[in-house]
Every structure is written in structure tokens, then in C-alpha cells.
Nanobody
Framework: QVQLVESGGGLVQAGGSLRLSCAAN????????VGWFRQPPGKEREFVAA????????PYADSVKGRFTISRDNAKNTAYLQMNSLKLEDTAVYYC????????????????WGQGTQVTVSA
């Protein structure tokens, strides 16, 4: 098990940028794939991006390709989501999640979740 804490959310104007962080405890962080998911108001939680433990595989949702970048620093036990060119429809609670082993994009495959951080994009 790994415990996750997100930070970096907030209010930003459309077209702006934010960087979310996901800090993890534990000594085996590099063995975990990390995913970012989001839940817009009134909608289901959806996949945003993920990153493998150490091989550099980074799948993205089509809606964020070219705008968002996921990365990680295993020495700091932290993953990041750089969000650029934010749109109104990016407004959501953003969650990071982790799973042992290979990276996947399916929400239900992740068994360690943070508490979420709110991102609000205004016009």
C-alpha cells in the first residue's frame, strides 16, 4: 500500500496553467504506476494520464493530449501533472492514484487513491 496526497489545485483563468503534485510515502514508489483521474461536477470519474514506474510509458486521454504532461521524480516519491492551455471543461476534482506493476488507464485497476484537489477554470 502507498498513501498519496495531492496538491496544487486552485482557480485559474481559461488558457492558464497549473501543476498538480502527488506525494507518496513508501520506499517502493518506482514499482508503482501512477495515474491522474478527474471527476467533473455531476459526472463519472475519468482517466486523464498515467505514467509507468520507471519505463517512461505515458498514456493520455485524447481530451488532454498536447496540453497536459505527466511526469514523476522517483527520488522524491512524487508525480506531477502539468496542465497548460486549460479549458472550462477541465474543471473537476483531480485525483492521483497508484497501482503496483504495469501502467493501465482503467480506474478500477488502481487501488491507492489520494483525497483529490479541486481545479476550477474560469472564463
Amino acid at each position: 500500500q502507498v498513501q498519496l496526497v495531492e496538491s496544487g489545485g486552485g482557480l485559474v483563468q481559461a488558457g492558464g496553467s497549473l501543476r498538480l503534485s502527488c506525494a507518496a510515502n513508501g520506499r517502493t514508489f518506482s514499482s508503482y504506476a501512477v495515474g491522474w483521474f478527474r471527476q467533473p461536477p455531476g459526472k463519472e470519474r475519468e482517466f486523464v494520464a498515467a505514467i509507468s514506474g520507471s519505463t517512461g510509458i505515458t498514456p493520455y486521454a485524447d481530451s488532454v493530449k498536447g496540453r497536459f504532461t505527466i511526469s514523476r521524480d522517483n527520488a522524491k516519491n512524487t508525480a506531477y501533472l502539468q496542465m497548460n492551455s486549460l479549458k472550462l471543461e477541465d474543471t473537476a476534482v483531480y485525483y492521483c492514484a497508484a497501482k503496483w506493476g504495469v501502467v493501465v488507464t482503467t480506474t478500477s485497476r488502481y487501488d491507492n487513491w489520494g483525497q483529490g484537489t479541486q481545479v476550477t477554470v474560469s472564463a
